[in-house]
Protein backbone atom coordinates (compact mmCIF):
# COMPACT_ATOMS: atom_id res chain seq x y z
CA UNK A 1 0.00 0.00 0.00
CA UNK A 2 1.60 3.30 -0.91
CA UNK A 3 0.35 5.33 1.99
CA UNK A 4 -0.90 3.41 4.88
CA UNK A 5 -5.28 4.21 5.35
CA UNK A 6 -6.77 5.01 8.80
CA UNK A 7 -9.15 2.27 9.99
CA UNK A 8 -11.27 3.04 12.99
CA UNK A 9 -13.23 0.19 14.52
CA UNK A 10 -16.01 0.99 17.05
CA UNK A 11 -16.98 -1.85 18.79
CA UNK A 12 -17.96 -2.68 22.49
CA UNK A 13 -16.41 -5.83 22.34
CA UNK A 14 -12.58 -5.55 23.35
CA UNK A 15 -12.07 -8.97 22.00
CA UNK A 16 -13.31 -8.65 18.68
CA UNK A 17 -11.85 -5.27 18.13
CA UNK A 18 -8.41 -6.72 18.93
CA UNK A 19 -8.72 -9.28 16.03
CA UNK A 20 -10.19 -7.04 13.53
CA UNK A 21 -6.89 -4.79 13.98
CA UNK A 22 -4.61 -7.20 14.36
CA UNK A 23 -6.00 -8.47 11.06
CA UNK A 24 -6.06 -5.10 9.41
CA UNK A 25 -2.51 -3.70 10.53
CA UNK A 26 -1.20 -7.17 8.97
CA UNK A 27 -2.54 -6.14 5.93
CA UNK A 28 -0.97 -2.69 6.52
CA UNK A 29 -3.58 -0.29 7.72
CA UNK A 30 -3.12 1.96 10.48
CA UNK A 31 -5.95 1.47 13.19
CA UNK A 32 -7.62 2.93 15.79
CA UNK A 33 -10.15 1.53 18.53
CA UNK A 34 -13.38 3.12 20.21
CA UNK A 35 -15.32 0.92 22.68
CA UNK A 36 -19.17 3.10 21.95
CA UNK A 37 -20.30 5.01 19.90
CA UNK A 38 -20.10 8.54 21.39
CA UNK A 39 -16.24 7.49 21.71
CA UNK A 40 -16.28 6.82 18.05
CA UNK A 41 -17.68 9.80 16.92
CA UNK A 42 -15.36 11.88 19.34
CA UNK A 43 -12.14 10.22 17.27
CA UNK A 44 -14.34 11.06 13.60
CA UNK A 45 -14.16 14.31 14.36
CA UNK A 46 -10.76 15.13 15.81
CA UNK A 47 -9.13 13.00 13.44
CA UNK A 48 -11.03 11.52 10.65
CA UNK A 49 -10.62 8.02 9.72
CA UNK A 50 -10.02 6.81 5.57
CA UNK A 51 -12.92 4.42 6.47
CA UNK A 52 -15.03 3.18 9.61
CA UNK A 53 -15.71 -0.48 11.11
CA UNK A 54 -18.95 0.27 12.95
CA UNK A 55 -21.09 -2.07 15.40
CA UNK A 56 -24.64 -1.57 15.79
CA UNK A 57 -25.27 -2.20 19.01
CA UNK A 58 -23.66 -0.50 21.58
CA UNK A 59 -23.91 1.50 24.90
CA UNK A 60 -24.56 5.20 24.80
CA UNK A 61 -25.00 5.96 21.10
CA UNK A 62 -25.52 2.97 18.83
CA UNK A 63 -23.91 2.41 15.30
CA UNK A 64 -27.02 3.35 13.37
CA UNK A 65 -27.49 6.91 14.81
CA UNK A 66 -23.60 7.05 14.35
CA UNK A 67 -24.07 6.02 10.61
CA UNK A 68 -26.89 8.39 10.15
CA UNK A 69 -25.09 11.31 12.28
CA UNK A 70 -22.07 10.89 9.76
CA UNK A 71 -23.57 10.49 6.77
CA UNK A 72 -25.64 13.92 7.17
CA UNK A 73 -22.37 15.80 7.61
CA UNK A 74 -20.80 17.40 4.69
CA UNK A 75 -17.42 16.94 6.55
CA UNK A 76 -17.50 12.95 7.42
CA UNK A 77 -20.59 11.95 4.34
CA UNK A 78 -17.66 10.46 2.07
CA UNK A 79 -15.92 7.97 4.54
CA UNK A 80 -17.05 4.46 4.06
CA UNK A 81 -18.73 2.66 6.73
CA UNK A 82 -18.95 -1.01 7.42
CA UNK A 83 -22.12 -1.92 9.93
CA UNK A 84 -21.47 -5.10 11.86
CA UNK A 85 -24.39 -6.88 13.84
CA UNK A 86 -25.69 -9.84 15.17
CA UNK A 87 -28.82 -9.19 14.66
CA UNK A 88 -30.66 -12.35 13.39
CA UNK A 89 -33.44 -11.09 11.34
CA UNK A 90 -35.67 -13.41 13.09
CA UNK A 91 -34.80 -11.75 16.67
CA UNK A 92 -37.88 -9.73 17.83
CA UNK A 93 -36.99 -9.18 21.36
CA UNK A 94 -34.57 -5.98 19.94
CA UNK A 95 -35.08 -2.63 18.59
CA UNK A 96 -32.43 -3.40 15.67
CA UNK A 97 -33.53 -5.28 12.33
CA UNK A 98 -31.57 -6.20 9.38
CA UNK A 99 -33.75 -3.69 7.88
CA UNK A 100 -32.85 -1.31 9.58
CA UNK A 101 -29.02 -1.54 9.10
CA UNK A 102 -29.99 -1.89 5.14
CA UNK A 103 -32.11 1.26 5.71
CA UNK A 104 -28.92 3.28 6.88
CA UNK A 105 -26.29 4.62 4.08
CA UNK A 106 -23.63 2.42 5.13
CA UNK A 107 -21.38 1.51 2.61
CA UNK A 108 -21.21 -1.78 3.56
CA UNK A 109 -23.03 -4.44 5.89
CA UNK A 110 -21.66 -7.68 7.21
CA UNK A 111 -23.52 -9.85 9.98
CA UNK A 112 -21.99 -11.11 12.87
CA UNK A 113 -20.26 -13.35 13.39
CA UNK A 114 -18.32 -11.73 10.51
CA UNK A 115 -14.36 -13.16 9.94
CA UNK A 116 -11.80 -10.56 10.36
CA UNK A 117 -10.95 -11.13 6.97
CA UNK A 118 -14.42 -10.48 5.56
CA UNK A 119 -14.19 -7.42 7.36
CA UNK A 120 -10.54 -6.37 5.64
CA UNK A 121 -11.83 -7.52 2.26
CA UNK A 122 -14.75 -5.11 2.49
CA UNK A 123 -12.71 -1.96 3.30
CA UNK A 124 -10.03 -2.86 0.94
CA UNK A 125 -12.97 -2.99 -2.04
CA UNK A 126 -14.43 0.46 -0.56
CA UNK A 127 -11.07 2.28 -0.19
CA UNK A 128 -10.15 0.72 -3.57
CA UNK A 129 -6.50 -0.70 -2.38
CA UNK A 130 -4.68 -4.03 -2.90
Known amino acids: MSTQK??????????????????????GFEVDIA???VEGMEK??????????????????????????????DKY??????LLTAVAS?????????????ATEADDYIAKPASAEEITQSIKRLLNVE
Open 6 to 27: RILVVDDEPDFAAIVQGNLEKE
Open 35 to 37: YNG
Open 44 to 73: VQANPPDAIVLDVMMPEKDGYAVCKELKED
Open 77 to 82: CSIPII
Open 90 to 102: HVTSTRYTHADGM
